[in-house]
Structures are given as C-alpha cells and as structure tokens.
C-alpha cells in the first residue's frame, strides 16, 4: 500500500516537536508524498502556540517543494460535553482539523461513557475532520459506536504511526487498532493515516501503520490518503482553492 498524505504532524510550534514547516515539508517529499498536514497542538496543551497562530496561517503558501501543505490543528477535547479549545469560527478557516484526547487537557480518569459522549459530540461539530489516535487505552470506548457515528457524520479515524511505537505512552494502541480496523470494515468506513510526527524523519511514516494494515487486509479503498484526491472530500475545502 502506498501513501500520497499524511494527515497528522507537528513543527516546532507545538513547543514539543524539532523541526520547521520546510524541514517537514523536504522529509514527506524525499518519502514520495503529495500532501502533508500540519497540525500544531491547539492553545490549551502546554507550551504549544496561541490562538493568533491558527487565525494567521493565511499567510503560508500551501506548496512548499513538491509538497502540497495542509495547515490546521489538533484541537483538544476538554471534557466529555465535547468542548474543544479553537473556536468553530477559527476551525472553519483550516484546512484540516483533528480532534484528540490528551491528558494535560482532558484530565485522566473518566469512565467510557463519558469518553463515548465527548468523541460523539465532536463529531457532530463543523469542520472536526479525524478523530486523532483514538487507541489510547487510557481512556476505555465502545469501538463500535464510535465507528458507527463516524459513518454518521463523515469523520475520519485515524490509524496513529506513533501510537504503535514501543516507547509511546499510550496503552494496548496495536490491539485496539485491530479492533477498530475489523469494524471500519465490517460497516464499510473510511480511514486516514497520521504519522504524528514531532520531527522531519517521521514525517510520512508509516512503519506500524502498514504493518497492521496488512495484518488484518484492511481494504486499500478505506484507506483515504492512498489517493489524495480523495483526501481531499474529508477536509475543510472551502479555504486556499484546493
């Protein structure tokens, strides 16, 4: 399976990641993508940057190479009503948004009901694209109804590079990919890739996402960022003539 996008990385403005919008841009190129997307941590994770840096990113050309940019944002879910830190008019302006859970907004010790009503909530706002790396065993869902209501409202889920890393943070990330991908396929459901990269090396890859896909002969047709074009339904496109 070959990849023309990757829809999850970070740069130096997220305040934990290394590297430059063109030294992300030039490691996607050199791994033969089209499309890379930028999505710097949203204002409430520590240390990322402000509000003023997502309603400013007119400014930046979206090519950069031979690489087309998408610049949007992981926006943070703050609590099980849904609540998220980038209001709806500054998420329409991106080109792409993620949508995830991250302890330092979210807090820890929720049960999966509460998980359950805060991924169901996002995704029935405007403009929340993917759901980011929701494998995180930390915070117990039903995969079922998360996959049915991504059918419901056109969201992508995410199959998260850096989730399946030996050294990641986040708990039982490979087996509740699996677990996922077999529904995604049973009720026909698209996904997306993201790297989650925080330096240009990761940038476009895709070593555990390919893996697992192929573990479990997830259909190449699913898989949204194979083809860029069709990437490009899922996204805010009413901005930068994509």
Do not use: W
Not at 12 to 28: F, R
Not at 30 to 40: D, P, S, Y
């Amino acid at each position: 399976m070959r990849f023309e996008a990757d829809t999850h990385s970070h740069t130096l403005a997220s305040g934990h990641a290394y590297s430059t919008i063109k030294e992300m841009a030039a490691a996607a190129e050199a791994k033969g993508l089209k499309a890379l997307a930028l999505t710097e941590h949203a204002p409430k994770m520590p240390g990322t940057c402000g509000l003023f840096y997502f309603q400013n990113l007119d400014v930046v050309p979206r090519k950069c190479g031979g690489i087309r940019l998408l610049m949007g944002a992981e926006v943070n879910i703050m609590d099980e009503t849904g609540r998220i830190d980038l209001p709806e008019s500054t998420c329409r302006d991106l080109d792409i948004v993620i949508a995830s859970i991250h302890p330092p907004c979210y807090g820890m010790g929720h049960t999966e009901e509460e998980n359950m009503r805060a991924y169901e909530a996002v995704m029935k706002k405007p403009y929340i694209n993917i759901i980011g790396h929701p494998d995180d065993g930390r915070f117990q869902i039903d995969y079922e109804r998360l996959v049915k209501m991504a059918k419901e409202t056109g969201t992508l889920l995410e199959v998260n590079n850096s989730s399946m890393r030996p050294s990641s943070s986040r708990k039982g990330t490979r087996e509740n990919i699996l677990t996922m991908l077999d529904l995604c396929k049973q009720y026909d459901v698209p996904v997306t890739t993201g790297s989650d990269a925080h330096v240009d090396v990761d940038a476009g890859n895709f070593t555990y996402v390919k893996e697992v896909l192929k573990f479990c002969d997830f259909p190449e047709e699913l898989v949204v960022t194979t083809k860029f074009d069709v990437l490009k339904q899922y996204l805010n496109m009413n901005t930068f003539g994509m």
